[in-house]
């Protein structure tokens, strides 16, 4: 019994390691998604986007009052003046002070409502620059990741010419051999041997070499157990209506973030125009203050009354003795406690200020010079924005349509070449032709075909630019 469970265990694993293998290789989701979470200009832009939201919580807490409390204490030797009784003295005097002070803008020309306003259109259009980037980012992926299929089926179709040169010299050693054939046509598909080896090495480091810039761009350490999902990647056929630049256009200027963030930051700049004039109006605020202090010169004294005394204060004319009573008081110092001084001392205060600006060296008529500038600029980098999201829209139409020229144009010559080489195979067998004109058709369709493999691929990512300007997935 635990030798049969033992056994179903291990064909357990035997299936369940080849799934896990397989589960390995990434797809171009995986990858986009990757990329978007570990690239180190999307983890940047990400932190600009955070700064702009702070400048927004910063913005809105302009509308509350300030608060700010004070406290000192100070230390007086030799001649001085008593902070409590503004008096000079020269003991030695330990004095507190403590403050609470609190102000409130009631009105500035509506230049904190234009501030909050403009940072969070700020916010928006760095959230889109973000998004630019991370649309930037996937399109490279897409890139790299098309590159790495097509130097795949590069290696894998000059791995099949290795083959087939090897098993085509094997035949020939063999006739050659039975003195059907010349060591010379031995030696011809030696060196075609040797040709297609050296291609299968370049294809090699091609298909290395892309798997490295896709993993670059992943930001991943090494290509180490590293392989992606080999979809079937069709070519499918030019449509008219896809193909139409103006429609492109219009849906582009609907999802393109760097249209929106010129957009937002030509919001922000009419704000910031309206932030500079509002410093030609009056300002008012509102403040309050509550304070308070403490001093060891300050004294509390009490008084004690005896029984009078009685002393002479005079003769009469006649010669008697006056006496007079005098008070008998006695008066004690102490140092008045610190909470009894700071509830005496405490002063409260309300007010109310107002600000007129009459002349500051014009530096307000400056300020919304350069915000009228500014926002020329906004307008005008919408515009730059807009014509070259036309230009490149029309770019890849033109890419797109000479991509699916060249690709229809090199299947002809892939379909002329197969039935050339078809016939040139049938005259080399029957020794009409020399190794060398045999061998000549062979390279020439091979080139052929890799050349096919080239501008499918090519056309398959120009069809990818149309679908990112048109806001589809970036998906196969």
């Not at 978007?36 to 702009?52: C, F, G, I, M, T």
């Not at 919001?267 to 004039?277: H, N, T, V």
């Not at 004319?317 to 009573?325: A, F, M, N, Q």
């Not at 140092?335 to 014009?362: A, E, I, Y």
Request: hydrophobic residues 35%; contains cysteine.
């Amino acid at each position: 019994m635990t030798s049969r469970f033992s056994g179903k265990l291990f064909l357990l694993f035997l299936l369940v390691c080849p799934a896990l293998h397989a589960q390995t290789a990434w797809t171009l989701q995986q990858c986009i998604d990757y990329a978007l979470e570990h690239n180190l200009q999307v983890k940047q832009s990400d932190l600009s986007a955070q700064s702009s939201k702070t400048s927004v919580d910063q913005s809105l807490a302009g509308f509350f009052p300030s608060l700010n409390g004070s406290a000192s204490q100070n230390y007086y030797y030799g001649r001085s003046i008593d902070p409590y009784t503004n008096a000079y003295t020269t003991q030695q005097v330990r004095s507190n002070s403590f403050n609470l002070n609190s102000s409130i803008s009631l009105f500035e020309g509506l230049q904190l409502q234009n501030t909050l306003k403009q940072s969070k259109l700020s916010y928006l259009s760095s959230q889109y620059e973000l998004k630019k980037i991370k649309n930037d980012i996937s399109l490279s992926v897409v890139s790299a990741y098309l590159q790495v299929l097509y130097t795949r089926e590069i290696l894998s179709f000059t791995s099949n010419q290795v083959d087939a040169s090897r098993v085509q010299r094997n035949k020939i050693n063999r006739m050659m051999e039975l003195g059907s054939v010349s060591k010379g046509n031995l030696l011809d598909m030696e060196s075609q041997l040797a040709a297609d080896e050296t291609r299968l090495a370049q294809a090699q480091s091609s298909a290395d070499q892309a798997l490295l810039s896709l993993t670059q761009l992943l930001e991943l350490d090494s290509t180490k157990g590293f392989t992606i999902v080999s979809p079937e990647v069709s070519a499918p056929p030019v449509n008219a209506d896809a193909m139409n630049a103006e429609v492109i256009y219009a849906a582009a200027l609907t999802n393109q973030p760097d249209i929106k963030a010129s957009e937002y930051k030509l919001a922000a700049a009419e704000k910031g125009l309206s932030i500079s004039r509002g410093a030609l109006y009056p300002r008012l605020f509102a403040s309050g203050n509550l304070s308070t202090n403490y001093s060891t010169s300050s004294k509390d004294f009490t008084q004690v009354v005896g029984p009078p005394s009685t002393v002479v204060s005079g003769f009469t004319s006649s010669g008697d003795t006056v006496y007079s009573l005098v008070p008998n008081v006695t008066t004690s110092f102490k140092d008045t406690p610190f909470r009894k001084q700071f509830n005496d001392n405490l002063g409260k205060s309300v007010g109310f200020t107002l600000q007129v600006p009459l002349f500051n060296g014009w530096a307000t008529r400056s300020s919304i010079k350069r915000s009228k500038i500014n926002l020329e600029q906004s307008r005008l980098g919408l515009e730059i924005a807009k014509k070259n999201l036309y230009k490149s829209v029309q770019q890849a139409v033109l890419d797109a349509i000479s991509a699916y020229r060249q690709l229809d144009a090199t299947q002809k010559t892939v379909a002329a070449m197969e039935e050339a080489f078809a016939y040139g195979q049938q005259k080399y067998d029957l020794g009409l032709i020399s190794s060398y004109d045999y061998l000549q058709a062979k390279n020439n369709l091979a080139k052929s075909k890799a050349d096919l493999l080239q501008a499918k691929f090519d056309y398959i990512f120009k069809l990818k630019i149309l679908d990112f300007y048109q806001g589809k997935p970036l998906t196969f």
